[in-house]
């Protein structure tokens, strides 16, 4: 079974600062999608970022970037100019693209991102 | 697009009473899921649907749970003879299915059962 786990709980950053959130997975497919979510207070799920595993190049949206290691099984989201509107729970998703059917994302715990004024 | 919407957003019941909830998706995606989230947890996927096929189901998805999505549109989940540890947020999300592979989420129901 996949697992994802996400290693800091909480994590906290001044605004304008750059932060680095990991996650680590576990599979044995070689094809699947990452992806990073982002949950405000609000409490509904924003997709943040993507990356296809058989895509070498690291995605990037404006501010956010990832470190997409396969061999590791490491797949961290940057976050670039914190703005306070950052805040958040950070969840990072997994996906096999078997074509066997299976379709749900398996998710870290998350991590909460803390912005410092 | 005016995104995925589930109703209620918050249901409070007692201990063994039924309860359903709706999901309606974004309308031309095909693929709606089931997931649920506790407190200080990520999601847990429940279910999904391609259609009016359910195609996967997970082991957390005890007999207790139904769901059911009739017209490939709109889709119900129901839960028979609620216990404590159902308490969670229930969220629905939906997907075009095919690559990117990208699911959007609904505001999701948070269940209280007492």
């Known amino acids: 079974a996949q697992t994802v786990t996400q290693s800091q709980p909480e994590m906290s950053v001044q605004e304008a600062e750059t932060v680095t959130l990991s996650c680590t997975y576990d599979?044995?497919?070689?094809?699947?999608?990452l992806f990073w979510y982002k949950q405000p207070p609000s409490r509904q799920m924003i997709l943040v970022i993507r990356q296809e595993a058989y895509k070498q190049q690291n995605a990037t949206e404006n501010r956010f970037s990832v470190n997409f290691q396969k061999a590791a099984k490491s797949f961290s989201l940057k976050i670039s100019d914190s703005q306070l509107g950052d805040a958040a729970m950070y969840f990072c998703?997994?996906?096999?693209?078997?074509?066997?059917?299976?379709?749900?994302?398996?998710f870290g715990k998350g991590t909460h991102l803390i912005i410092q004024p | 697009d005016t995104g995925v919407s589930q109703d209620p957003r918050h249901k409070i019941t007692k201990r063994g009473q039924n309860v359903t909830f709706r999901c309606d998706p974004i309308s031309e995606h095909n693929r709606l899921y089931w997931y649920r989230q506790t407190l200080g947890q990520g999601p847990e996927f429940l279910t999904y649907?391609?259609?009016?096929?359910?195609?996967?189901k997970s082991r957390l998805l005890s007999d207790r749970f139904s769901a059911e999505r009739p017209k490939g549109s709109f889709s119900t989940l129901e839960i028979q003879r609620t216990e404590q540890g159902d308490s969670a947020m229930y969220l629905c999300?939906?997907?075009?299915?095919?690559?990117?592979?990208?699911?959007?989420f609904g505001p999701g129901t948070r269940l209280t059962v007492t």
């Open positions: 649907f391609q259609n009016e096929a359910q195609l996967e």
């Open positions: 998703a997994y996906v096999p693209n078997s074509g066997g059917g299976a379709d749900g994302l398996t």
């Open positions: 999300a939906s997907s075009l299915g095919a690559p990117p592979r990208k699911q959007y």
């Open positions: 599979t044995s497919e070689s094809d699947y999608y």
